[in-house]
């Protein structure tokens, strides 16, 4: 059985660690580590404003933090290296903030095998999307999961790129706030409209996922643009993709085709995106939004429309790229 330390109980962290308790991930969490104070994350972890309340006792023990009948030995420290990581096979690195190779590999250096980045990472091996490239995955000792993003639009584009050839194409994320935007109007770096306040307006910006892409699917490098629409919503963002294909297609082959991706679903309800909370899939798709244009000999313009959970489904990827790596 795999034994992963989750290091950084953030966002994502606990949506690991919630995913895994329902029952995702054949594996075991034998610690998490992070610098807040062990009952803070004991209550971030039973109650959450996304996914509700946690159903079973929560709380901070000496050296762990109980979720039910699970006991998990809980670190508190900044540098990884300072633990015994002996029996650790793979550290889920949730922080965020390990930047450089060093900081990468202190888990490595306190006895763990392996390394997992929940993140976009210019340091890691390399940057594996389920569904996209995968096959890639061998013994590199140190992954990057894309991001949640990614890992919604690169299967995406793989299936509509082996059944049909893409051309060309553009990407848009309608994205909900993240932690990383204010929650009133002040200086926050470079891109002025990210100094908004995030739940009072949509704010254009970028997304990492065009670059991590191209880095995924490089034979498409620079035929899919990529942006992004930060909206008012707390939680499930959406794919809004339009490309031209090489090859004819109807609206239904079109769906086919990116059905048969295992880590795409499909809802064929007229829902709203908080219908679409914990749903596991990288990208659900709907069917009812797929338009074909100009369709003939050389393709036509296709536009596809989809939901995806940018924590839940995100966490789900992580436990099963664990799963892989082990």
Known sequence: MTRVLINGFG???????????????????????DIAPPETCAYLMRWD?????????????????????????????DDLSTLDLSDIDLVLECTGHADTRDEVERGLRAGARRILMSGPSTVA?????????????????????????????????????????VETGSMTTIHCYTGSQPTVDTAHGPHLARSRAAALSMVPTTTSAGRLVD???????GRVPCQSVRVPTASVSAVDLSVMLRAPATAAEV??????????GAET?????????????????LPAETRVAGSGTRGGMVRVFGWYDN?????CRMLDLAERMA
């Open 125 to 165: 091996d390399a940057t594996i999307v389920i569904g996209a490239n995968d096959h890639l995955l061998a013994d590199q000792r140190v992954v990057s999961n894309a991001s949640c993003t990614t890992n919604a639009v690169a299967p995406l584009l793989k299936a509509l790129d082996d059944a049909f050839g």
């Open 311 to 315: 924590e839940w489904g995100f966490a």
């Open 49 to 77: 404003s996304v996914f509700g309340p946690w159903p079973e006792e929560v709380a901070a023990e000496p050296g762990a933090l109980r979720v039910g009948r699970h006991r998990i030995p809980f670190h508190s420290t």
């Open 11 to 33: 966002r994502i962290g606990r949506s690991i660690l919630r995913a895994h308790l329902r029952g995702r991930g054949n594996l075991v969490v034998a610690g998490i580590n």
């Open 255 to 264: 769906d086919d085709a990116i059905l048969a991706s295992p880590v795409i």
């Open 269 to 285: 309800d007229e829902v709203v995106s908080a219908d679409m909370r914990m749903r596991p899939e990288s990208y659900v798709h």
């Open 215 to 221: 880095e995924v699917l490089p034979h498409l490098a």
